[in-house]
């Protein structure tokens, strides 16, 4: 990813639950905005709970811009017959900080391992079409460290500028947390870093 690709494409919040069936077996599919594995684990305990007399919980995630992370668990169905389908529309769709889960109820009638991937894959795209896909940008956090007699040049860099204050501490001695798109960091870093008395440091 270079510096320019400062975007990544996500799902604004827990889609709607969608349904696909084949021979009697239904496929529930689910999509989740994730931020961390815990945020993984917590989803999927919920739905082992409201699905718990379902066959399979079958799932696939990615996490991470710049270092990506992920997995895909096939849950007792045949090798990759599951979880890869499910991680394929991820990447089909290109989306990232994303949990994808199939629950499978059996129908009485095997699928075969064709029948299978093309019932997650269907089910895992339902679930993403069922999402409000949207675009955030990659931001770079920085904290900034000031006497209070250097707080007019400091907040004017702030207004012209138009930096996110994550959180500030304006006393005798100042501190800011400012997020910052990837691509303008670089320089919003130098005009602070050639500021007298400012300290800058990535967070």
């Given at each position: ?21 084949d ?21 999927l ?9 379902a ?21 007792g169905?045949p ?19 994303i ?7 059996f ?23 069922a ?11 920085y ?14 860099i702030?207004?012209e ?25 670089e ?17």
């Open positions: 990813m270079s510096t320019l690709d400062d975007t990544y494409k996500t799902i604004m919040g827990p889609s709607q639950e969608s349904l696909f069936k021979r009697n077996s239904k496929f529930y599919g689910y999509a989740f905005p994730i931020q961390t594995e815990a945020d993984i684990k917590k989803y305990e919920s739905l082992r709970k409201k699905h718990h007399t066959g399979h919980h079958c799932y696939a995630w990615q996490l991470g811009t710049d270092k990506i992370s992920h997995r895909a668990n096939d849950d169905e090798n990759n017959s599951a979880g890869q389908p499910i991680y394929g529309q991820i990447q089909a769709f290109g989306l990232t900080n949990l994808i889960v199939s629950v499978r109820y129908g009485g009638t095997k699928l075969g391992v064709g029948g299978l991937i093309n019932a997650y894959r269907t089910s895992a795209r339902m679930a993403i079409e999402s409000e896909v949207i675009e955030k940008t990659i931001d770079v956090v904290q900034l460290n000031f006497g209070y007699d250097r707080m007019n040049k400091v907040m004017r702030i207004k500028k138009s930096i996110t204050v994550l959180n500030q501490k304006l006393e005798l001695e100042c501190m800011l947390v400012i997020s910052i798109r990837k691509k303008e960091a320089a919003i870093h130098d005009i602070f870093m050639n500021l007298f008395k400012v300290s800058i440091k990535k967070v």
